[in-house]
Nanobody, 123 residues
Framework: VQLQASGGGSVQAGGSLRLSCAAS????????TGWFRQAPGKEREWVSC????????YSADSVKGRFTISRDNAKSTVYLQMNSLKPEDTAVYYC?????????????????WGQGTLVTVSS
């Protein structure tokens, strides 16, 4: 059971990136999947989440209207489309999954984690 996060990179403020979280060894549709981020010297912060099954999505106020989470069941992959990026979005982004229908905002609620992908936004 593994999660592989990818898609990070360096962009200028106002730019876009799309992160991917691919699951192997399990069907991601059965899991609620979240994205978290951690900036240097700061705690891990919840960003967005998508329920298992019929998808409902939730996002932190800091990214609402700019970031969109989605899932491709055929590819067992969850995406985070990030638009209008700001320097304060700079962080290592992690995806995480929990075998339950509902989303959670606490990192401890998630059992399976990807390795993280770095997003750097310059002003």
């Amino acid at each position: 059971v593994q999660l592989q996060a990818s898609g990070g990179g360096s962009v200028q403020a106002g730019g876009s990136l799309r992160l991917s979280c691919a699951a192997s060894g399990f069907t991601l549709e059965r899991y609620a999947t979240g994205w978290f981020r951690q900036a240097p010297g700061k705690e891990r912060e919840w960003v967005s989440c998508i329920n298992s099954g019929v998808p409902r999505t939730y996002s932190a106020d800091s990214v609402k209207g700019r970031f969109t989470i989605s899932r491709d069941n055929a590819k067992s992959t969850v995406y985070l489309q990030m638009n209008s990026l700001k320097p304060e979005d700079t962080a290592v982004y992690y995806c995480a999954a929990r075998l339950t229908a509902g989303c959670a905002t606490q990192p401890g609620a998630y059992r399976n984690w990807g390795q993280g992908t770095l997003v750097t936004v310059s002003s």
